[in-house]
């Protein structure tokens, strides 16, 4: 199936930082959405988006709709330490009935 | 309180056993999915329910049964488990708005570990 390439793998930072992960495909998608998982836990929803272009925030969180409609962005600003965890991408195919692709996740450590 | 909540939290049985998760969402939406996270933490679905008829199958070995009962829930029953089985599995659930994916919730998640 269709995959989406997310970059970093992971990354490790120092309190205080900005942050920015990505998600790119060669295919178009309608929908991004930004989940972050804490170990044990489900992926709970960052920020959703739904037209080419469209930039939201939630608090520290921005998050791009890429005007191709094949990629997204995710940037954290003022990293802390409570940031850590796993953060993943999720598109929606143009053309898939109504199905989420997953990115392979960022693994995010926040050095205090 | 809680939106999503599946159980068992964690499984553990041994190959050729049969069980079962439980999920139920109080979100009110229509369309409740399962998801399959891998010791590398990759997330795939294998189903999805919209009120309550099944409208993703992904290629998932059929020994595994969904069931939806009404739209709040979303059962997954395994028959003769397989190591390969061992993962975590999630539920989650969006309210459809046309064709277009909305906000997914998802549950806390079920250790599945077959021994």
């Known amino acids: 199936g269709q995959q989406l390439n997310q970059s970093p793998q992971s990354m490790f930072i120092q309190e205080g930082e900005d942050v920015s992960m990505n998600c790119t495909s060669s295919s178009i998608f309608n929908t991004w959405l930004w989940y972050k998982q804490e170990p044990g836990e489900g992926p709970v929803l960052l920020i959703a988006?739904?037209?080419?272009?469209e930039l939201t925030s939630n608090g520290r969180l921005t998050a791009q709709f890429g005007i191709t409609r094949k990629d997204s962005f995710l940037n954290i600003s003022a990293s802390i330490p409570s940031d850590v965890g796993i953060y993943f991408c999720?598109?929606?195919?143009?053309?898939?009935?109504?199905?989420?692709?997953f990115g392979k996740g960022t693994l995010l450590t926040v050095n205090p | 309180d809680t939106a999503v909540s599946q159980t068992p939290k964690y499984l553990v049985t041994q190959m050729g056993n049969d069980k079962s998760i439980k999920c139920e969402q109080n979100?009110?939406?229509?369309?409740m999915y399962w998801y399959k996270q891998d010791s590398k933490k990759f997330l795939k679905i294998m189903f999805s329910?919209?009120?309550?008829?099944?409208?993703i199958n992904e290629t998932v070995p059929n020994r595994f049964s969904p069931k939806s009962p009404d739209k709040a829930h979303l059962n997954l029953h395994i028959n003769s488990l397989e190591l390969g089985d061992s993962a975590v599995y999630f539920c989650a659930s969006s309210q459809r708005h046309g064709p277009q994916v909305r906000e997914q919730y998802f549950g806390p998640g079920t250790r599945l570990t077959v021994t």
């Open positions: 999720a598109g929606q195919l143009e053309g898939s009935n109504y199905k989420l692709t």
């Open positions: 329910y919209n009120n309550k008829e099944l409208i």
């Open positions: 979100l009110g939406h229509d369309t």
């Open positions: 988006l739904y037209k080419a272009g």
